[in-house]
């Protein structure tokens, strides 16, 4: 058995997290979605069960609504419900009963939009006609986190809960009160590149897209209050895992220095991963699910995951896809951004949730990000960006971005009004 080593770790994340050379036997461009949705009770706002038996629950709906739909029910490697989508992609629950609808990975950008909206748009309108609303928001605005309990007792979730409560409160409202709209790309043939500028991209994403400023039915000071909840959750595995000249070897230093939730703690507290790698002989796999327990903004899986969202309602789903797509798929965008960005700066993500765009630089640099964008897509063409939805697109630039707005802009002046 070879024994893991600092050196084979690093040729472990070049070939499978980081292998992102571009390959002849997969299209370029491919990009794909996770956005997840807070189901609670019409008018209450209760949170609800999974499956309740004689109470609201979401379960029995997935359930009616997937055969009419021709979904597949079957169960996750965690054995929780999950339900495989026909034309590719599936549902699933997270661990205080968030739904998950995560995309397969397409080849256009106007290909993703179609995809999410033919599954959530009428997943939504029938939970409605259930009397269940699945909140398009980052983070549950009714519910205290007693209100919202672990609803899934799977092995990980336990052992990621008893690691988080040594920390605080904040890993159990991560793991169970907050939703996000996530966007995979490929590496393709700029890898190094799309690294370094979607980690700059992070706080301004953040910002653009913060829709989650009210928590337990009060105003939190953040305009992305799951953007601060993941703040304090622990800063060991999340931020910024970004370094150069060497990302790589920078990312797993970002590794091997977190602690092994998933291993036993010794004498009451937890230690990194370096630690067992030095003491003990953990295998590939055990690796391999410590570097699942990561959540930096931007992760990488053998594609670029960000992070940095909160989740939309569907009407505005153009613009992350937009903003992404446009910067990191065309070649002069990339680089415009790059010039703009310069490197990643850790520092902006709490600036970046607190305030988001009523911080002026935060505003101005966000608002030449967004332009320079929505040209990539232009260029890209209708076969790429159908015009359709690059106006989607603009239309949020315009109503909310241009005017250093957002989403929870519109929550807070409801608020006051009501």
């Known amino acids: 058995m070879t024994l893991l080593s600092p050196a084979s770790l690093v040729s472990d994340l070049f070939s499978g997290a980081f292998a992102g050379a571009a390959s002849r036997s997969l299209p370029p461009r491919r990009i794909g979605a996770e956005v997840e949705f807070i189901p609670v009770e019409v008018g209450s706002g209760r949170r609800l069960a999974i499956d309740g038996k004689d109470e609201l629950s979401t379960l029995p709906l997935l359930r009616r609504f997937g055969r009419e739909q021709g979904w597949i029910e079957?169960?996750?490697p965690k054995g929780t419900p999950c339900f495989t989508i026909p034309t590719g992609g599936n549902i699933t629950y997270e661990p205080g009963g968030q739904l998950e609808f995560s995309s397969p990975a397409c080849l256009t950008a106007s290909s993703l939009l179609a995809v999410l909206r033919s599954v959530v748009l009428p997943l939504r309108a029938a939970a409605a006609a259930e009397g269940i609303d699945l909140l398009a928001v980052g983070i549950d605005p009714t519910s205290s986190i007693q209100s919202a309990p672990l609803l899934i007792?799977?092995?990980?979730?336990?052992?990621?809960?008893?690691?988080?409560?040594?920390?605080?409160?904040?890993?159990?409202?991560?793991?169970?009160?907050?939703?996000?709209?996530?966007?995979?790309?490929?590496?393709d043939d700029e890898p190094w590149l799309r690294w370094r500028v979607l980690n700059a991209m992070a706080p301004f994403?953040?910002?653009?897209?913060?829709?989650s400023p009210i928590y337990a039915q009060q105003p939190t000071g953040h305009q992305s209050t799951r953007a601060a909840v993941w703040r304090t959750v622990d800063p060991s595995r999340t931020g910024l895992a970004f370094g150069e000249p060497n990302p790589v070897e920078t990312y797993r230093d970002f590794a091997?220095?977190?602690?092994a939730m998933l291993f036993p703690p010794v004498a009451g507290e937890y230690r990194s991963f370096a630690h067992w790698l030095t003491l003990a002989d953990p295998s590939a796999d055990e690796w391999h699910d410590h570097l699942s327990t990561l959540f930096p903004e931007v992760r990488p899986r053998g594609h670029l995951e960000l992070r940095s969202a909160d989740t939309l309602p569907p009407a505005w789903f153009a613009a992350p896809v937009a903003l992404t797509a446009g910067v990191l798929y065309h070649s002069a965008a990339l680089r415009a951004a790059d010039a703009l960005l310069g490197t990643p700066d850790?520092?902006?993500?709490?600036?970046?949730?607190?305030?988001?765009?009523?911080?002026?630089?935060?505003?101005?640099?966000?608002a030449d990000l967004f332009q320079i964008a929505l040209k990539g897509c232009r260029v890209m063409g209708e076969g790429y960006f159908h015009p359709a939805d690059l106006e989607q697109a603009q239309a949020y630039f315009d109503l909310y971005t241009r005017r250093g707005r957002a989403p929870a802009d519109d929550i807070l002046d409801a608020a006051i009004a009501a």
């Open 153 to 187: 007792q799977a092995k990980r979730y336990q052992l990621m809960a008893d690691y988080f409560e040594t920390l605080g409160s904040s890993g159990a409202r991560m793991m169970r009160q907050t939703a996000s709209f996530q966007i995979n790309l490929d590496f």
């Open 346 to 366: 850790p520092a902006l993500l709490e600036r970046a949730g607190r305030w988001g765009l009523h911080d002026p630089r935060i505003h101005e640099v966000a």
């Open 74 to 76: 079957g169960l996750t």
């Open 205 to 211: 994403v953040t910002a653009i897209f913060a829709n």
């Open 256 to 259: 091997l220095n977190a602690p």
